[in-house]
C-alpha cells in the first residue's frame, strides 16, 4: 500500500470502548491501529460477560466483526503497551493522538489484614478464568466449600451463579456495607441462582438487621424487595445455599496455620440517611462468618503501571478540557504538572473503572473518539502507510504480533474443535495453544 496523506491513531485496547471508538474514529478517516493484550478482542464483552450468554456475545462478536473488517482499521493482538512498547514508542511510531481503552485491569483493595492468604480472590480474576482468559484459565484457584463474596452487584451475581451451579460449593454468602434495599444486582441476575436462597436463614437475618435498617426503612417491605425477585427463578439443581449478610463491612480475613483462609471477620453497621442515599456506620461490634474462601466483588481500578498518571481509581483526566464532549473530558492529565499529556486521550472502564454495561462503554468510546478528531484537526495530516507500519512494529516486539486474520483463523479452528467435541463453545485456555493452532510456535 503507497502512502496516503490522513491522521493516524492508535487505540490501546479491544473491548468494547476501543472497538467502536476505532469505528467512529475510520469513519471519519482517520487511519486507526487498535493494539491488544489479549490475542482475541473484547475485552470483558469475550473475557467477563458471563460464559453462557453465547447468544448476547455472539452478537456483540458480529458487530466486533465488522468494525475490525473495516478498511482503515488494523488489528494488532498480543500486544501489551507499556510492556512490549511504551506510549513514547508509539509516539516514535508517528501516532498522532493516542487513545487508551485498557479497561480496569487493577484491583482495589480494601487493606484489612488477611488480604494475601490463599483463598482470597478478586472477581475479576474468576470471571476470567470461568470465560477462559489467559493466564486465568490455566490459574488453579482454591475455591473451598464456604464462600463469602464481598459485594452485591451483577459481578456478584456472576460469581454465585458459577459457584452455585458450576462449583456447587456447600455455601454462599453476599455481603453487603448496606441492606437489602441497597442491593445493586438486577432482578434477571439474581433469578439465576436464587431458589438457592436458604429462606429460614433470609427471616432470621432480616430480625437481625431489622433495628439498623436507616430510619423509615421498613423491615418487612426490605424482606419482599429481595422476595419479590425471585418470582421468575428457576430450579438449579444445585445442592449450594445462598445467604445474604447485610450491615456487615468486612473488618480481617482470618488464617490458619497454612496460610488458607478460615475465616471472615465482619463489623456491624447500622444504616443512616445522607442526603438521598444511606450511608453505612459501625456500632461497634463484630462477628466472624465460618468460610474458607473470600471473592472481592467491590468494582475495579486501572493498571497503575500501565505508564499514565492516575486519580481515584481511573487515569486522571483534564479538570478544564479543551475537547470535552457533551461536558465529558476524555483528555489524559498529569495532576502534578497540572497539565493535560498531549495527544493522550481515556475511555471506557480506563476513564471510569466498573461504570455500567457494554452500551454505556460503547458511547464512551463514541464521544471519546469525537474527542480526539477536534484534537486532530489542530494538527496537520500526516504521511500514512499502514503495511509498512505493521512491518515496523512486528519487527520491534519480540513475540508474535496477531492480526485480524488471525484472529479469524483461531475463531474458524475454534468452532470447528466445539463441534467436535459437541460443545456450545470452544476456547483454547493458553497463548501458547493459541499461537500453536495458528502455527506460530
Ligand atoms: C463480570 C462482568 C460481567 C459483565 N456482564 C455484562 C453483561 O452481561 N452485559 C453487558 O452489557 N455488560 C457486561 N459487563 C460490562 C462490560 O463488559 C463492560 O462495560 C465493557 O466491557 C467495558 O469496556 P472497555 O472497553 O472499557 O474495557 P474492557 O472490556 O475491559 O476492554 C479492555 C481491553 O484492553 C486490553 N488491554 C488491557 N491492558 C492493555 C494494555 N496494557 N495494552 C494493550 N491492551 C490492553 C484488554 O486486553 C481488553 O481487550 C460485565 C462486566 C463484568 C466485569
Redesign the pocket.
Known sequence: MANEQGYLVAV???????LYAARELASKGAKVVI????IK?????EY???YD?YK?KEGLRKQFRRILSTPGIVYLGH?????DLTLDDLRDLGFQALLV?????GTKRLNIPGEDLTGVYH??EI?YHYNHLPPYSQQDFAIGRKVAIIGVG??MA?IATWLVKDKRVDEVYAVARRGPFEVKFDKKEFARFARNLDLDDFEREIERIKDRLAPGQDPEAAKQHILGMMAKAKETGSPTVFRFRFLSSPKAILGDEQGRVKGLELADTRLVWKGERTRPEYTGTSYVLDVDTVIFSIGDRV?PN?GLPLEWNAYATNPEPRFPVDGISYEAYDPDQKQPIEGVFV????RNP????????RK??ERAAQAVWQYLQTLPPTAVNLDALVDTIQAKVSKPVITWEQVQKLEAIERAEAEKRGLPEFKFDSNAAMLAALGLA
Open positions: 490501546i485496547g479491544a473491548g468494547p470502548a476501543g493494539f491488544n493484550r489479549d478482542p473484547g475485552g470483558l464483552a467477563g460477560i458471563y450468554k448476547m500486544i501489551t503497551v507499556g510492556q481503552t485498557t479497561g480496569a485491569q472477581a475479576k470471571v451483577n459481578v456472576d493498571d500501565f475511555a471506557g472502564w480506563a466498573s461504570d455500567g454495561l457494554v452500551g454505556i462503554a464512551d468510546g
